[in-house]
Nanobody
Framework: QVTLVESGGGSVQAGGSLRLSCTAP????????MAWFRQRPGKEREGVAA????????YYADSIKGRFTISHDNAKNTLYLQMDNLKLEDTAMYYC???????????????????????????WGRGTQVTVSS
């Protein structure tokens, strides 16, 4: 397990943009399956986007496809979530999840299932709040 720290949340008007970051102080993201989840009040945590840091495999939930982009900067050891054209329903606490993985099987599994199980990840951050207003 690794310690994850999210940042970049805030308040923004609908149609605006935010970029979330996730770092792992003291660790390096060599071959990790990593993901962004969100949890809205009264709702279960849901997967938003995932990637494998060892290659270019990615997955996006239908609700954010075309508006959000997940990426990873190896040099900065940071996971990002670029969120554009934000909507009111994107308001949530956003969490970064990670699990060490030798290959992109995690992404293939998610693509097959069509969902992102929280049980796939064994490391989590404390979250960063995103609030979208009209």
């Amino acid at each position: 397990q690794v310690t994850l720290v999210e940042s970049g949340g805030g308040s923004v008007q609908a149609g605006g943009s935010l970029r979330l970051s996730c770092t792992a102080p003291g660790s390096h993201y060599d071959n990790f399956c990593m993901a962004w989840f969100r949890q809205r009040p009264g709702k279960e945590r849901e997967g938003v986007a995932a990637l494998w840091t060892g290659g270019g495999s990615t997955y996006y939930a239908d609700s954010i496809k075309g508006r959000f982009t997940i990426s990873h900067d190896n040099a900065k050891n940071t996971l990002y979530l670029q969120m554009d054209n934000l909507k009111l329903e994107d308001t949530a606490m956003y969490y970064c999840g990670a699990v060490e993985a030798r290959d992109a099987t995690c992404i293939t599994a998610i693509q097959t299932l069509g969902i992102m199980p929280t049980s796939m990840y064994n490391s989590w951050g404390r979250g960063t709040q995103v609030t979208v207003s009209s």
